[in-house]
């Protein structure tokens, strides 16, 4: 069976630091990878997806960056946070489908990040 | 406003009693999805509705999508203590490829 890991599951992090996030997705092949963040209360924000290794697509302007080294990991970086970066980060992958619309996601446990 | 907009924000009510949230959307849609989130955790795939159905059941879930109005509803009977969660739609534009939008989200709490 898939599972999807992400680590750490909390992060306390000083303004100007840099930050790593991994996701890595066991069990299956050529996933399609998401990052998203979720502020208190709110909806996900998708912040980056990937339908291949070495393949990146950003959502929105930001201070983040996104790589995909191999075909099951996916991680999510910054080289200096700022506070409006905290947040609640949560990885998702999805079959890859050739045709059609895209199914379910689904989603690992989530990287809660505060930047002080 | 966003595509994939939940209302009520918020529902309280009593154990047994039906849940019934709403989603409206902007754009055409190839699907519609719904997911649970429990507080401080990733989320959990409920059911997909294609845009070409109109009802969907799956135990004490019932999805509806009405592509005129744009709009879905999520209705939970018999709510029990631990159906208290957040429940977000998430459509995918005809055109977005691979990408999934979501709502605001509902949050839900059932009182014993």
């Known amino acids: 069976s898939q599972t999807i890991h992400q680590w750490p599951a909390t992060l306390v992090q000083p303004v100007g630091s840099p930050l790593s996030l991994e996701c890595t997705v066991e069990g299956t092949s050529n996933p399609n990878l998401y990052w998203y963040r979720q502020a208190a209360g709110r909806g996900l924000q998708l912040l980056f997806y990937s339908v291949g290794i070495g393949q990146i697509s950003s959502e929105v302007p930001q201070n983040l960056s996104a790589s995909r080294p191999q075909d099951r990991q996916f991680i999510l970086s910054s080289k200096k946070l700022l506070l409006s970066d905290s947040g609640f980060y949560l990885c998702?992958?999805?079959?890859?489908?050739?045709?059609?619309?895209?199914?379910?996601?689904?989603f690992g446990p989530g990287t809660r990040l505060t930047v002080l | 406003s966003q595509q994939g907009e939940e209302d009520p924000q918020a529902l309280s009510i009593q154990e047994g009693e039906n849940a019934t949230m709403n989603c409206s959307y902007k754009t055409s849609i190839n699907n519609l999805q719904w997911y649970r989130q429990n507080s401080g955790r990733g989320l959990v795939h409920l059911i997909l509705?294609?845009?070409?159905?109109r009802e969907k059941h799956s135990g004490r879930l019932r999805v509806t999508l009405d592509t005129s109005k744009k709009s879905s509803s999520l209705l939970i009977t018999a709510s029990r203590a631990a159906d208290t969660a957040s429940y977000f739609c998430?459509?995918?534009?005809?055109?977005?490829?691979?990408?999934?939008?979501f709502g605001e989200g509902t949050q839900l709490t059932v009182n014993p």
């Open positions: 998702a992958w999805s079959v890859t489908r050739t045709s059609g619309p895209p199914g379910e996601q689904f």
């Open positions: 509705i294609r845009s070409n159905e």
């Open positions: 998430a459509t995918d534009e005809k055109t977005s490829g691979s990408r999934l939008t």
